[in-house]
């Protein structure tokens, strides 16, 4: 969160001493806070909860990781000349 200084800076400040943000040294005019005095293209944050997203991404993670296991034993096997007949139809 950002605000601007009396010397024409922006500076970091709290949240709801915040006029902007900035987001990769960019700085954004909040919706409904105090005009910034420059023209600063307007944001609105909204805050999200990511956590089933992430639980969703560990578990595609770890099934890529079991299927990768997988196929190295079978390569190994296969290496070794030895056959699976529990697959075999």
């Known amino acids: 969160y950002i605000k601007k200084a009396d010397n024409g800076c922006y500076i970091l400040c709290p949240e709801p001493d915040a006029?902007?943000?900035?987001y990769a040294g960019t700085p954004y005019h909040l919706?409904?806070?105090?005009?910034?005095?420059?023209?600063?293209?307007?944001?609105m944050l909204e805050q999200t909860d990511?956590?089933?997203w992430v639980t969703e991404?560990?578990?595609?993670?770890?099934?890529?990781?079991?299927?990768?296991?997988?196929?190295?034993?079978?390569l190994t096997l296969l290496e070794l000349g030895i056959t699976d007949d529990t697959d075999a139809s």
């Open 19 to 22: 006029s902007g943000i900035s």
């Open 31 to 43: 919706l409904d806070r105090d005009p910034m005095g420059d023209d600063l293209e307007s944001v």
């Open 50 to 52: 990511i956590g089933s």
């Open 57 to 74: 991404t560990q578990t595609a993670i770890e099934d890529a990781d079991a299927l990768n296991v997988d196929q190295a034993y079978r």
